[in-house]
């Protein structure tokens, strides 16, 4: 028998017909085609069980994580039909990728994202993606807050999670600055926007909030998705300083289109904003 290869479960059967006596042999042949928990896969079998995955509509997670030395960090997926799943993550020198259990939709949450390990004006940088389109960021340690178990990573559009971590050097410390953005839709149609700045980024919603980016950046740039295809007019996102009424950027999402992550703009050093949505004046 060659290195790696396995009786066939049909061949083991026949050692323990009625009337036969299986050998020592045949009793080793039947243990070594048992898989236990302490088991190291062989590279054939590992290469078997990918190929199998590759023709599976089940969903993954792709990271990648660097520089953190011993941290490690967790998250759990959901699945509509399995146990929770907590896939780890430590340093790795590529990008990893682990399967999850179950089939979609899939949601995810951080489990225990640890803050040590960081000295001076170090902080954590998270970085992930629920669909193609965007990636939503975060910094934490130090004097910023951690990310929390239970923070909802979201619902996967797609099925992948793309996600990494690193540790970066500012040279000076970080500060939590808050935006107020009160948003007013006045057409018959969904729209959402989101908001993003440097290392910090929003899901998109279609609620009032309040922004928690970093003072190292004071910009907050602003995008905007809705679906006008059978719509006949197109739609003005207007941005406002709701302190004094002046109109900041607009963004322009057009009939007749599904307007995905649309660029409105982008603002500086503004704490109070206003977003109005509102068909154009034109019909096209």
Request: proline share 2%.
């Amino acid at each position: 028998m060659e290195e790696n290869e396995l009786t066939t479960r049909e061949k083991l059967k026949t050692y323990f017909e009625t009337g036969k006596y299986p050998t020592q042999s045949q009793f080793a042949e039947f243990i070594d085609s048992l898989k236990f928990k302490e088991d190291v896969l062989t590279n054939k079998e590992v290469a078997i069980i990918a190929n199998s995955l590759a023709t599976i509509d089940n969903g993954y997670i792709s990271y990648f994580v660097s520089g953190i030395g011993d941290q490690k960090f967790s998250v759990v997926v959901n699945s509509k039909d399995e146990d929770d799943q907590i896939i780890t993550m430590g340093n790795t020198n590529s990008q990893q990728k682990r399967y999850f259990f179950g089939n979609a939709p899939y949601t995810i949450k951080g489990k225990d994202f640890p803050t040590e390990g960081l000295v001076g004006t170090e902080y954590y940088s998270l970085s992930y993606q629920t669909n193609y389109r965007y990636s939503i960021s975060r910094l934490f340690g130090n004097n910023l807050p951690t990310i929390p178990d239970g923070f909802e990573f979201g619902m996967l559009e797609g099925d992948w999670l793309n996600l990494s971590i690193s540790k970066l050097n500012f040279e000076q410390q970080l500060n939590i600055i808050n935006t107020k953005i009160k948003f007013v839709n006045k057409t018959g149609v969904t729209i959402k926007y989101r908001v993003q700045s440097a290392l910090w980024g929003d899901i998109s919603r279609s609620e009032d909030t309040v922004t928690n980016h970093y003072d190292m950046s004071d910009d907050l740039s602003f995008f905007f998705n809705s679906d006008l295809r059978g719509v006949n007019q197109s739609i003005e996102c207007k941005v406002f300083d709701e302190d004094n009424g002046s109109l900041l950027i607009t963004g322009n999402l057009n009939a007749g289109e599904n307007n995905e992550n649309v660029w409105g703009g982008q603002i500086v050093g503004v704490r109070n904003v206003r977003i109005e949505c509102n068909y154009s004046e034109n019909v096209d």
